[in-house]
Each structure stands twice: as C-alpha cells, then as structure tokens.
Nanobody, 125 residues
Framework: QVQLVESGGGLVQAGGSLRLSCAASGRTVSDYNMAWFRQAPGKEREFVAAIHWSGSNIEYADSVKGRCTISRDNAKNTVYLQMNSLNPGDTAVYYC??????????????????WGQGTQVTVSS
C-alpha cells in the first residue's frame, strides 16, 4: 500500500506561482494513476489534474488548464503540480490521490483509494 505526503502549499498573492509535491512511499508512483484534487471550505473535493500510470496521458480540469502542469519523477517517487497565475478561486486544501492502474484516467474522487493529508493553498487578492 502506498503512503502519500503533500507539501509546497502556502500563502501567495494573486498572479503568483506554487509547486506542490506529493512524495510516495511503500509503492512507486508508476504503479498508480496519480491525481491532484482540491477542496475549498463547504465544497466537495474537485478534480484538478491527473497523470496515467504509464505517463502517456494527462488530464486537467478546465478551471486550471493552461495554468497548471502535473508531472512525475520516478527516481524521486514524487508527483508535482506546478500552478501559475493563481487567483483567489484556487484557494483550497490540495490532496494527492492514487488509483489502481487502469487504461483510463478517472476524474472522480471515489476512484482514488489512497490519499495524502493535504496541503493548504491560500491566494490573496
């Protein structure tokens, strides 16, 4: 079973950038489809980005497309989310999730069996 630990969140002004990291242990990130979700207060957890276990396919939510990049470093067993042009609407707790290897990428949270504890991202206007 994989354990996930997110880091890299913080307070940033609108227009700024952050890079979130999701460090895995116990299993390798290439054993899973990996994704980033976020959850704002009073809202459901929503999909942000995902990368297929093979690295051959990547999906983004429309709200972050063109501003965020998901990537994976197998040597460091870590998944990243580079976020640029941040705005207050991006404020949320960001979670890293791992789903069983499938031929497709899921954008629903219930498909992801393993989660980290989350990292807070706050964007000030």
């Amino acid at each position: 079973q994989v354990q996930l630990v997110e880091s890299g969140g913080g307070l940033v002004q609108a227009g700024g950038s952050l890079r979130l990291s999701c460090a895995a242990s116990g299993r390798t990130v290439s054993d899973y489809n990996m994704a980033w979700f976020r959850q704002a207060p009073g809202k459901e957890r929503e999909f942000v980005a995902a990368i297929h276990w093979s690295g051959s396919n990547i999906e983004y939510a429309d709200s972050v497309k063109g501003r965020c990049t998901i990537s994976r470093d197998n040597a460091k067993n870590t998944v990243y989310l580079q976020m640029n042009s941040l705005n207050p609407g991006d404020t949320a707790v960001y979670y890293c999730g791992a789903a069983l290897r499938t031929s497709w990428i899921s954008i629903v949270a219930r498909a992801y069996l393993h989660w980290g504890q989350g990292t807070q991202v706050t964007v000030s206007s």
